[in-house]
T-cell receptor
Framework: AQSVTQLGSHVSVSEGALVLLRCNYS??????LFWYVQYPNQGLQLLLK??????LVKGINGFEAEFKKSETSFHLTKPSAHMSDAAEYFC?????????????FGKGTKLSVIP | EPEVTQTPSHQVTQMGQEVILRCVPI?????FYWYRQILGQKVEFLVS????????KSEIFDDQFSVERPDGSNFTLKIRSTKLEDSAMYFC????????????FGQGTRLTVV
């Protein structure tokens, strides 16, 4: 069984400040990990994914995440927040074995950016 | 850019009625999914569909739910007899391969059961 915990349902940062959104996972097999973003009234858009290659993954819009097996974490960061980053962010996990068809999502973290 | 489209964007239905939620996946994708998000809760997996059959389903996906790819372009989710607790945002997704590839999500259909 796999699960995802996102610490903080709501995070506020000032424009230009560091963004850090936390995600911890639980998986009995090597995981694949994803971050999705949801803008208001839109679907889920993939930001980045970890699929057992490099542990530091770069995504779109300047976001990156680091897979840390020892900490079972996959935190999302961005050095400098922009107003357009205000959205809800979801961490998700699936297993790396054959026949991996479902994503298990965290509850999401709503990011607010203060001008 | 290709996208997954869902219709309608919002549907209101009476308890006990049947609803069909429609999705048009990206044309060269082979794997199709339905997820739902009850207000304030996690996005939850319902079902995956490949090669014209269900490949995996969750406990939520009981006998009142069914999926179909009726014509090679649409992918539908049917709820036979809706309950109040079926009120949620339903997301369709598709991918080229299993989930080590990217899954593209639609904008969702908000289902309200009254």
């Amino acid at each position: 069984a796999q699960s995802v915990t996102q610490l903080g349902s709501h995070v506020s940062v000032s424009e230009g400040a560091l963004v850090l959104l936390r995600c911890n996972y639980s998986s009995s097999v090597p995981p694949y990990l994803f971050w999705y973003v949801q803008y208001p009234n839109q679907g889920l858009q993939l930001l980045l994914k970890y699929t057992s290659a490099a542990t530091l993954v770069k995504g779109i819009n300047g976001f990156e995440a680091e897979f840390k097996k020892s900490e079972t974490s996959f935190h999302l960061t961005k050095p400098s927040a922009h107003m357009s980053d205000a959205a809800e962010y979801f961490c998700a996990v699936t297993h790396s074995g054959a026949g991996s068809y479902q994503l298990t999502f965290g509850k999401g973290t709503k990011l607010s950016v203060i001008p | 850019e290709p996208e997954v489209t869902q219709t309608p964007s919002h549907q209101v239905t009476q308890m006990g009625q049947e609803v069909i939620l429609r999705c048009v996946p990206i044309s060269n994708h082979l794997y199709f999914y339905w997820y739902r998000q009850i207000l304030g809760q996690k996005v939850e997996f319902l079902v995956s569909f490949y090669n014209n059959e269900i490949s995996e389903k969750s406990e939520i996906f009981d006998d009142q739910f069914s999926v179909e790819r009726p014509d090679g372009s649409n992918f539908t989710l049917k709820i036979r007899s809706t309950k109040l607790e079926d009120s949620a945002m339903y997301f369709c997704a598709s991918s080229v391969g299993p989930l080590n590839t990217e899954a593209f999500f639609g904008q969702g259909t908000r289902l309200t059961v009254v």
